[in-house]
C-alpha cells in the first residue's frame, strides 16, 4: 500500500487500492536506489520466493527485476527475517549488497543499472552442516576510524549446551566471544522454533542503540543459561569493540520481573 499526501490545499492523505496490491512479497523488503536515479526502489522477496528489485517507474507502477535470471545464477532462499543491508564496499559510490542467505552471505556489487555477484562468505564454524542457528546479522561502527564491523550472533547446538558465540567480521579475521557470567555459568541465545510461532523467538537478534545513554553503541541480547530453565536479557557495552557484560532484567518464560 502507498500513502500519498494530495497538495490540494486541504493536505489530506489517500492509500493505493488494498485489493489490488502494487506488490506481493514475503516479509519486509530493503529500500535502495536500484539504478542511480535518486528515485527510492524496494528489493526483497516476492511470493513465489524470488529475488526481486522493484524499480519505481512512477508513484503507482514498478519494473520487476527478478535478481537470479538478470545475472544467470542459482540462488538459494534469503533469511526470513532478513538482515540485508546495502552499503559502498569498493568506494565507487554505487550501492553494494549484503545479502544473508540460509547458507552464507553474498555480496553483490553495485554497477550502473543493477548489481552483480561478487563472492559468496560461508557461515563459520560450520554452522549449517550441523543444523544449528545464525541469527540476525548487523554492521557496528565502534572505533570511531571510519570502519564497520560485522556481528553475527551464532547458536550451535539447537538444544543450546555446547556453545554459543558471537562472531565479529574485521578485515576477514573472525573473533570469536563466549558468554559467561562471574560464576562461571554458561549463557546461549534462545534458538529460533519456527513451529511454536512464539512472538520475538523467530530468529536471534541483537537490537542495538545507547541503552544507558553512556555514549557508546549497546547491543540487547535475550539468552537463556544452558542447563536452567528461564531467559534474562544482558546488556553488551561495546567499548572499543570489546563486549563489557551487564545484566539489565531477569525474564522468565512466562513474563517478565
Known amino acids: 500500500m502507498i500513502l500519498q499526501e494530495q497538495h490540494n490545499g486541504i493536505g489530506t492523505i489517500t492509500c ?36 526481486v528489485s522493484w524499480v519505481n517507474r ?34 565507487d559510490y554505487l550501492p553494494d549488497l549484503m545479502i544473508t542467505t540460509e547458507e552464507a552471505f553474498e555480496i553483490w556489487q553495485g554497477i550502473c543499472g543493477g548489481f552483480k555477484y561478487f563472492e559468496k562468505v560461508e557461515w563459520p564454524f560450520g554452522v549449517v552442516s550441523v543444523g544449528s542457528h545464525a541469527g540476525q546479522s548487523l554492521y557496528l561502527y565502534v572505533d570511531l576510524k571510519g570502519s564497520l564491523i560485522l556481528v553475527v550472533p551464532l547458536c550451535l547446538d539447537y538444544l543450546p549446551e555446547l556453545d554459543h558465540r558471537i562472531v565479529s567480521r574485521r578485515l576477514a579475521r573472525p573473533e570469536d566471544k563466549l558468554y559467561r557470567c562471574k560464576k562461571k555459568k554458561l549463557w546461549g541465545f534462545v534458538p529460533p522454533d519456527k513451529w511454536k510461532n ?13 541503552l544507558n545513554m553512556g555514549g557508546y553503541i549497546d547491543l540487547l541480547a535475550t539468552l537463556r543459561p544452558t542447563r536452567i530453565n528461564g531467559r534474562e536479557c ?21 513474563g517478565t520481573r
Open 16 to 51: 493505493s487500492n488494498e485489493t489490488e496490491p502494487l506488490i506481493s512479497m514475503r516479509g519486509k523488503p530493503l529500500a535502495i536506489n536500484y539504478n542511480q536515479n535518486k528515485i527510492i526502489d524496494l528489493f526483497g522477496t516476492n511470493i513465489d520466493d524470488q529475488r
Open 58 to 91: 512512477n508513484w503507482t507502477k514498478t519494473k520487476d527485476i527478478i535478481m537470479g535470471k538478470f545475472n544467470d545464477l542459482l540462488l538459494v532462499s534469503i533469511k526470513t527475517p532478513h538482515s540485508n543491508l546495502f552499503l559502498d564496499l569498493n568506494d
Open 198 to 210: 512464539v512472538i520475538y523467538t523467530d530468529a536471534i537478534t541483537l537490537p542495538t542503540g545507547d
Open 234 to 254: 544482558f546488556c553488551k557495552k561495546m567499548l572499543n569493540a570489546k563486549f563489557a557484560k551487564e545484566l539489565v532484567a531477569l525474564l522468565k518464560s512466562t
